[in-house]
C-alpha cells in the first residue's frame, strides 16, 4: 500500500523527557521508561505478551476472512447481486472506519488496554447477534457493528509494540503476521467442514469463540507503561515496569522513574503539524493503498472460486424451484464453494506462512522503507500470483515509531480509518468491475501498488532501530 534522510531524522527523531513536574535531588539517578524497557530486556514477560497479544490477530482474521467464505452461502439464501455481496464487505469497513478515529481518540485518553477490552466485547455481541439475523439487512448492519469493534484490536499491536526492547521490534511484530494466518487458515478450514453441514450460521458463531476466551486473559496484560507515565501515572508505570522486570529475572534501572510534564493528549491537528505533516500522508497513502490491493486479492480469489473462472465447471448450479426468474438461472448467480476451492484457499494462505521468514530478514536488514517498497513493486509487477501483499500489512506497524506516546493511538486510528476506505472500495473492483472487465480490475490494483511503493520509498524517516517517542 524530498526532505533530506538527515535532516528528517532530526526533526523526527526520538526525544527524551527533558522536563520533570518535580526536580530530582542533587545526584539522585533517574530513568526513562524506554531506558527501563530496555535494560530489562526480552524475557517470559514478552512471550506471554505475544502469545495474547498476537492471538488477537486470529480473532480478527476470523472475523474479517468470514465474509470471503460466507459470501457465497448468503448470496444463494437472499438471491443477492453483485453489488449486493460487495456491499457486504464495505459496511464492514465502513465500521472499521468510523471506530477506527473514535476508539484511537479514546485510546488515547483512558488507555489502550480498557478500549482493547471493549473493542472485543462489542465484536463477539455483534458476531453471535449476526448469526441469528433473519434478513440481508439486518446482516449488513450487525456486521458493521462487528467491523467497528474488531477495528479496537489495533491497541493490541500498540500495547505490544510499546513494551518490546528496539532490538526485537524487527523480528517480534512480522512474526504476529502468523498470528493472522493461523485465524485465516482456521477459518477456511472451519468453513469447509461448517458450511455444507451445520450451515453458515453456526460458522458465525464458532468464530466468536477465539475472540471470547481472549476477553478471558486480558487480564494477565498491564496498560502500557508509557501510557501511564504520559499521563503522569508515574506510580502505575514503575509498578508495571517492576512487574515485568519480575518476571524476566532482571534488574531495574538504579534511580527513580523520570515523570515528565503532564501533556495534552493527541489531537487529529497534531497529526497536521509540519513536523509530521508528510509523513501523516504518505502513511495514509499506503495504508489505503495496501488495504485496497490486499481486500481486493482476497475478495477477488473468492469470486473466481465461487465463479470457477466465468462457471466453467461442469457442476450444476443450486437453484431455487420456485423461482423461475433469470438471475436464478444464471450460472453464476448460485454457485457455492466445494472441497478443491476450499485447498486452494488453503495452499494460498500457506504460501503467505513462507514468505515470513523474507519479511523479517528485509525488515531488519533492508530498513521499513525499502523493504516496503520493493515488496509494493514486486507486488504490482506479479499481481496475479495473490500471495504477496499479506506481508505489508506488518511492515505498516513500525511506521507509527515516529510518532510520540500521546499521538500514536490516534495516528493508528486514523490511518486505520483510510486504510479501511481502500478496503471499502476493494469489494466493488473485485465482485463487481472484475465481472465486466478482469484485466481492467488487474491494472487497477497493478497502479495502486505502484503509487504505494513510491510513497514508501519517498517517507522522510527510517524507523529501523528507532526507539519509541515519549514526547513529540
Given at each position: ?228 507515565i504520559s499521563t503522569g501515572n508515574v506510580a502505575a508505570a514503575m509498578a508495571t515496569l517492576q512487574r515485568i522486570a519480575k518476571m524476566n529475572g532482571a534488574a531495574m534501572p538504579e534511580g527513580v522513574l ?215
Amino acid at each position: 500500500m524530498a526532505i533530506a534522510p538527515k535532516e528528517a531524522e532530526n526533526a523526527i527523531g526520538l526525544e527524551e523527557i527533558q522536563t520533570e513536574k518535580q526536580e530530582p535531588s542533587k545526584g539522585q539517578k533517574t530513568f526513562t521508561v524506554e531506558e527501563a524497557v530496555e535494560t530489562i530486556g526480552f524475557g517470559r514477560f514478552h512471550i506471554v505478551l505475544f502469545l495474547i497479544m498476537g492471538s488477537t490477530g486470529v480473532a480478527e482474521a476470523m472475523e474479517i476472512m468470514l465474509i470471503a467464505v460466507v459470501s457465497p452461502l448468503i448470496r444463494c439464501e437472499w438471491q443477492l447481486q453483485d453489488w449486493q455481496v460487495a456491499l457486504v464487505t464495505t459496511m464492514v469497513f465502513f465500521g472499521y472506519m468510523v471506530f477506527s478515529i473514535v476508539l484511537g481518540v479514546l485510546a488515547d485518553r483512558y488507555g489502550r488496554w480498557k478500549i482493547l477490552l471493549l473493542s472485543f466485547l462489542w465484536a463477539a455481541y455483534f458476531s453471535l447477534l449476526t448469526s441469528f439475523a433473519p434478513s440481508y439487512i439486518w446482516f449488513v448492519f450487525l456486521r458493521a457493528m462487528v467491523g467497528g469493534g474488531v477495528s479496537g484490536h489495533a491497541q493490541g499491536l500498540i500495547i505490544k509494540t510499546e513494551f518490546l526492547p528496539t532490538k526485537y521490534r524487527g523480528y517480534m511484530l512480522p512474526l504476529s503476521q502468523v498470528f493472522w494466518l493461523a485465524g485465516s487458515l482456521l477459518i477456511i478450514g472451519l468453513a469447509s467442514v461448517v458450511n455444507p453441514t451445520i450451515g453458515w450460521r453456526w460458522l458465525i458463531r464458532i468464530a466468536s469463540i477465539p475472540g471470547i476466551l481472549l476477553i478471558l486473559v486480558f487480564k494477565f496484560i498491564p496498560e502500557s507503561a508509557r501510557y501511564n507515565i504520559s499521563t503522569g501515572n508515574v506510580a502505575a508505570a514503575m509498578a508495571t515496569l517492576q512487574r515485568i522486570a519480575k518476571m524476566n529475572g532482571a534488574a531495574m534501572p538504579e534511580g527513580v522513574l523520570r515523570e515528565p510534564t503532564k501533556e495534552r493528549r493527541g489531537r487529529f491537528k497534531d497529526l497536521m503539524h509540519p513536523k509530521y505533516l508528510r509523513t501523516t500522508l504518505q502513511i495514509w497513502i499506503i495504508w489505503l493503498g495496501i488495504a485496497f490491493a490486499y481486500y481486493g486479492v482476497i475478495l477477488a480469489s473468492a469470486e473466481l472460486l465461487e465463479r470457477d473462472l466465468v462457471c466453467g465447471s461442469a457442476a450444476p448450479p443450486v437453484q431455487d424451484p420456485g423461482d423461475d426468474s433469470e438471475e436464478n438461472h444464471s450460472p453464476c448467480h448460485c454457485r457455492l464453494f466445494g472441497p478443491a476451492a476450499y485447498q486452494t484457499m488453503i495452499i494460498s494462505t500457506v504460501g503467505e506462512i513462507a514468505l515470513n521468514p523474507l519479511n523479517i530478514l528485509g525488515i531488519n536488514f533492508l530498513g521499513r522503507r525499502l523493504s516496503l517498497c520493493i515488496t509494493m513493486g514486486c507486488t504490482a509487477l506479479f499481481f496475479l500470483l495473490l500471495n504477496i501483499i499479506v506481508a505489508l500489512i506488518r511492515f505498516l506497524s513500525f511506521l507509527f515509531q515516529v510518532y510520540p506516546t500521546t499521538m500514536r493511538a490516534l495516528g493508528m486510528g486514523t490511518s486505520g480509518s483510510l486504510c479501511r476506505i481502500g478496503a471499502m472500495v476493494a469489494p466493488f473492483i473485485s465482485q463487481v468491475l472484475m465481472s465486466a472487465s478482469f484485466i481492467g480490475a488487474l491494472c487497477l490494483f497493478a497502479s495502486v501498488c505502484i503509487v504505494c511503493a513510491i510513497s514508501a520509498f519517498t517517507l522522510p524517516i527510517e524507523t529501523k532501530g528507532r526507539a519509541l517517542q515519549i514526547k513529540g
